[in-house]
C-alpha cells in the first residue's frame, strides 16, 4: 500500500487529512508503490491503434485431460481412451458427452489439440508461459498478455484495461510467480482484481466501494486529488515520477467514481433468468460479469476458472484427495464448465460481440495417456488441447492432431509462445512490438520468430 509521510496537516471538510487519503487501502489494492512507476509509461503507452478487439482468457487451472475432455481416442485401449463416450458437434469433430452444450456451439469455436511445452510438469510452469508466452527464468519475470496489453493501448474511458475473476491463482504446487502480474513492467501495469465471489448473495466488488472514513455522498466531492497534496512533497511532485502518480491516483479515483464501472460490476442488473442461464456458480457468474466488463469497455479479462488445485474439486484428476477424480470431474467441474462456457459464447454471439471478442480457453498441460493406479491421470505437458472462439477466429474446425494415444503431437506442435502470439495478433498488437524489460533494454512481446496460429483464422 502506498504511504507517502512527511509533514503536513492539510485536513478536507470531512476532517480527513492528506495523509489519510493517500494511506486508503482502495489505492494500495491497485498496486501503486514508489519504486514501480516507469518512465518509459509516458512515452509508450497508447502507442498502438484500437482496433476495437477485446479478449476474455478462460485459464482451467488444474489442466483438463486432453482424452477425457476435446480429444477423444475412442478407438484405443481403455486405460487410455478413459471412460467417457465421443459425441458429434456442430463442428468438424468430436468430444466427449460430458460437454453437451458445448457440442451444440461447436461451430463458433476451434479447438488445438496439438499444444504442448519443455518445461517442467509443474503447474507453475505451464501457467508462467501460456500467460506471458515464456519461461520464468534469469529473475526475469514476462508480464500477462493483458497487462502488456494495458501498457500498450490503456484503458478505455472509466474502466480498468484488464481485470482478474474472481481472484488471482493461489498455491499449485510451486513457487514460481503464476503469470498473472505485469512482471517487469510494473506494478503500475497489475490487473484490476475483483477478489470476490460473483455468486455469492451479498456481492460487492472492494475496490469500487469508497474508504469507510469518506461519506459515500462527499467523496464524489473530490474533483482533484491534487488538492490534497502540500507543500511536504513539493519537490517530488517536480519529478517525472510523480506525474505519472498523479495519474494513477486520477485512474483510482475515477474508477471508484464512476457510475459506468458500478453499473458494470452490478450483476443485479442482469435478468435473473440470465444468471440462471450462466449458472449460479462462481464459475458461472464469472462468465458472465467477464461479458459485462467487455460490454462496457474492458480489454481484457481473466477467468481462473478455480484459484488452488488443493482441497477443492478442479481439473486436477490425480484421482485421489486432495485432488479430483475422473468421476469429480464428470459429475461437478464438467456440468458447471459447459454451461457457464456455452452460455458465454451464445450471449456474445447474440448481442454481436463475438466478432470483436476473442475467448481464449487455456490450460497449463495435459494428462496423462494412460489412466494411473488411483482411477486419475497426472501431468502432462507433451501434449493436450486449448480452444480459441471469437476474435476473427472460424469455428467448428481442429488445429494440429495428437497421435493415438494423446500423448504427443502428430501435426502442427503449438507451443506456449504460438499460443501468446495468437491473442496478441487477435488483438492488433504487432509481434515485433516491444517492451522495456529489465535494465530498460528492449523486450520483444513475444520471441524472435514465434508465429501466431495463423489457421485459426484463415
Not at 320 to 332: A, N, Q
Amino acid at each position: 500500500m502506498l504511504n507517502l509521510t512527511g509533514k503536513g496537516s492539510m485536513v478536507t471538510c470531512d476532517g480527513v487529512s492528506r495523509r489519510d487519503f493517500l494511506q486508503v487501502g482502495t489505492l494500495g489494492a491497485l498496486g501503486f508503490g514508489l519504486t514501480q512507476f516507469n518512465a518509459l509509461k509516458a512515452a509508450n503507452a497508447m502507442k498502438q491503434g484500437d482496433n476495437g478487439m477485446s479478449c476474455i482468457m478462460i485459464f482451467n487451472l488444474g489442466a483438463p485431460s486432453q482424452m477425457d475432455t476435446w480429444d477423444p481416442k475412442p478407438d484405443a485401449p481403455r486405460e487410455i481412451r478413459g471412460p467417457f463416450k465421443p459425441i458429434s458437434t456442430k463442428g468438424d469433430f468430436q468430444i466427449t458427452e460430458i460437454f453437451p452444450q458445448m457440442a451444440k456451439i461447436a461451430d463458433k469455436f476451434s479447438l488445438v489439440r496439438s499444444v504442448y511445452h519443455t518445461g517442467a510438469a509443474v503447474h507453475d510452469t505451464g501457467h508462467q508461459m501460456l500467460q506471458t508466452g515464456r519461461l520464468f527464468t534469469g529473475g526475469i519475470n514476462t508480464p500477462h498478455v493483458g497487462c502488456a496489453l494495458q501498457y500498450l493501448k490503456g484503458r478505455r474511458g472509466d474502466m480498468p484495461a484488464h481485470v482478474i475473476l474472481p481472484e488471482p491463482m493461489g498455491p499449485t504446487g510451486g513457487n514460481m510467480p503464476h503469470g498473472q502480474d505485469a512482471g517487469f513492467l510494473g506494478k503500475t501495469f497489475d490487473p484490476f482484481v475483483l477478489n470476490a465471489d460473483p455468486s455469492a448473495k451479498d456481492f460487492k466488488v472492494p475496490d469500487l466501494l469508497p474508504p469507510k472514513d469518506l461519506g459515500e455522498v462527499r467523496l464524489e466531492r473530490r474533483k482533484s486529488l491534487r488538492a490534497l497534496v502540500d507543500s511536504a512533497v513539493k519537490n517530488f511532485e517536480a519529478s517525472e515520477s510523480a506525474q505519472l502518480m498523479d495519474q494513477n491516483f486520477t485512474d483510482a479515483y475515477r474508477l471508484m467514481t464512476s457510475d459506468v464501472a458500478r453499473e458494470a460490476f452490478d450483476l443485479t442488473k442482469e435478468p435473473q433468468k440470465v444468471r440462471e442461464r450462466y449458472g449460479m456458480n462462481r464459475f458461472g457468474q464469472c462468465c458472465l460479469l467477464a461479458r459485462r466488463l467487455v460490454e462496457r469497455g474492458v480489454r481484457f479479462v481473466t477467468v481462473n476458472s478455480f484459484i488452488t488445485v488443493f482441497n477443492e474439486i478442479t481439473w486436477d484428476i490425480h484421482g485421489s484427495k486432495p485432488f479430483t477424480s475422473i468421476e469429480g470431474m464428470r459429475d461437478l467441474v464438467a456440468p458447471m464448465y459447459d454451461q457457464g462456457y456455452g452460455a458465454l459464447i451464445e450471449d456474445l454471439h447474440q448481442r454481436g460481440m463475438l466478432e470483436k471478442t476473442m475467448v481464449a480457453n487455456l490450460a497449463e498441460f495435459g494428462r496423462t495417456p494412460k489412466v494411473n493406479p488411483a482411477g486419475g491421470r497426472d501431468h502432462w505437458p507433451q501434449c493436450w488441447t486449448i480452444g480459441f472462439a471469437g476474435g476473427g477466429v472460424q469455428g467448428g474446425r481442429v488445429i494440429g492432431k495428437s497421435d493415438d494415444s494423446g500423448g504427443y503431437p502428430a501435426e502442427r506442435p503449438v507451443n506456449p509462445g504460438n499460443v501468446v502470439a495468437t491473442i496478441y495478433e487477435a488483438l492488433g498488437i504487432d509481434l515485433e512490438t516491444e517492451l522495456p524489460g529489465p535494465q530498460g533494454r528492449p523486450f520483444p512481446v513475444v520471441d524472435r520468430g514465434v508465429e501466431a496460429i495463423r489457421e485459426l483464422f484463415a
